[in-house]
């Protein structure tokens, strides 16, 4: 999904940024607003299965992927700065629990 473009080619118009959180890979995929895809980065991380039927993730590894997608894209030249709309999606029956300080447990 990576793509590689010189910045000289961006794009002027806005543009959208869909990000996945999956179970073992965050994709965050650049498109301009006619719909056209113009980037994309891939990140993988793991999970744990402490027992059958169960995975564990750690979401600190969800945002270390994200940032690394946002840099990959931005370090490709494209302009972030134009991002107007985000869409995010996530795994299914996902829970983040935190603690009373908002930190995860």
């Known amino acids: 999904m990576d793509t590689e473009r010189d910045a ?3 794009p002027a118009s806005p543009s959208i940024l ?3 959180a999956g179970t073992s890979s ?3 995929v650049l498109y301009e ?3 056209r895809m113009l980037a994309g980065s891939t990140q993988r991380y793991g999970y744990q299965a402490p027992q059958p ?3 564990e ?3 600190e590894d969800w945002w270390s992927a994200l940032v690394a997608a946002l840099a990959h894209l931005d370090a490709q030249g494209w302009p ?3 991002v107007e709309a985000l869409a995010l999606t996530g795994q299914m029956h996902t829970a983040v629990l935190l603690d009373a300080d908002g930190q995860v447990v």
């Open 57 to 59: 993730a750690d979401p």
């Open 8 to 10: 000289a080619e961006s």
């Open 80 to 82: 972030l700065a134009r």
């Open 53 to 55: 039927g169960w995975a």
């Open 18 to 20: 869909a990000v996945d």
């Open 33 to 35: 607003d006619g719909g």
């Open 26 to 28: 965050l994709k965050a």
